[in-house]
């Protein structure tokens, strides 16, 4: 039997967002339209151009495209893992046996040895 994951340990993931925080206008589309609620807008962070920006809560992800499907400004860069990853609260993956390097970035953005 496979230990399941704890919610304090972390949680899986099948995607992750990367997102132009300098392009976007704040319009807000976005949180709507993620099914796993897993976008949220900043509140007193504001990019450059003075609008506020969404930001990915880690984990949850499922990499439907929903938010860069709706975004006007395209903003989104979204990754979907072959093999859903464990991934802490800070966004650090836990579970490196199952990562799959060949389609994927990790959730920090950077991108995942081949």
Not at 57 to 82: H, L, M, N, W, Y
Not at 102 to 113: H, K
């Amino acid at each position: 039997m496979t230990e399941q994951p704890s919610a304090a340990r972390g949680v899986l993931t099948r995607g992750t967002v990367v997102i132009d925080s300098e392009a976007c206008k704040g319009c807000d589309l976005c949180i709507d339209a993620c099914p796993p609620r897993v976008l949220v807008m900043t509140t007193h962070d504001l990019n450059s151009r003075g609008y506020r920006y969404p930001t990915l809560i880690p984990g949850g992800c499922t990499g439907c495209k929903a938010c860069s499907q709706i975004c006007p400004d395209f903003v989104f860069q979204v990754r979907r893992f072959e093999t859903p990853l464990l991934v802490a609260p800070d966004g650090t993956i836990l579970d490196h046996d199952t990562a799959n390097t060949a389609t994927s970035q990790s959730p920090a953005g950077t991108e995942a040895a081949r």
